[in-house]
C-alpha cells in the first residue's frame, strides 16, 4: 500500500510530511462539533482514493454514541472550558 514511498525523492517525502501534520494539526485542533463530524478531508491525504463506505447507525443509537464521545471527553479532559454556543451547520444552519 505505501510502495510508492520507495520511489519518492527526499524533497518529496518531506514534502509528504508536512501535508501530512497539515492534516493531523487540522483534526487535532477541532473543537465543539468539529470533533463529531465525518472527516474526508482528513482521509483524502492518502494516497490510495477509495469510497469509505460509511454506515450510519438509527438514530437512537447514534445519539447513544454520541453521549458516550462526550462522556470520554469529560472524563480526559474534565477541565476543559464549557461553552454555550448554538451548533452552527452547514451554511449557517441550526
Do not use: N
Not at 493531523?24 to 483524502?44: M, V, Y
Request: hydrophobic letters at 35%; one cysteine or more.
Amino acid at each position: 500500500m505505501d510502495e510508492d514511498l520507495a520511489q519518492r525523492t527526499r524533497d518529496e517525502l518531506i514534502t509528504e510530511v508536512k501535508k501530512l501534520r497539515a492534516g493531523i494539526r487540522a483534526h487535532r485542533d477541532s473543537t465543539t462539533h468539529e470533533l463529531c463530524w465525518h472527516h474526508p478531508q482528513l482521509w483524502g491525504l492518502l494516497p490510495e482514493k477509495l469510497d469509505p463506505h460509511v454506515a450510519v447507525q438509527a438514530r437512537p443509537q447514534f445519539l447513544r454514541g454520541c453521549v458516550r464521545y462526550w462522556e470520554s471527553l469529560d472524563a480526559q479532559f474534565p477541565h476543559a472550558p464549557r461553552v454555550a454556543e448554538a451548533f452552527q451547520g452547514p451554511l449557517g444552519h441550526q
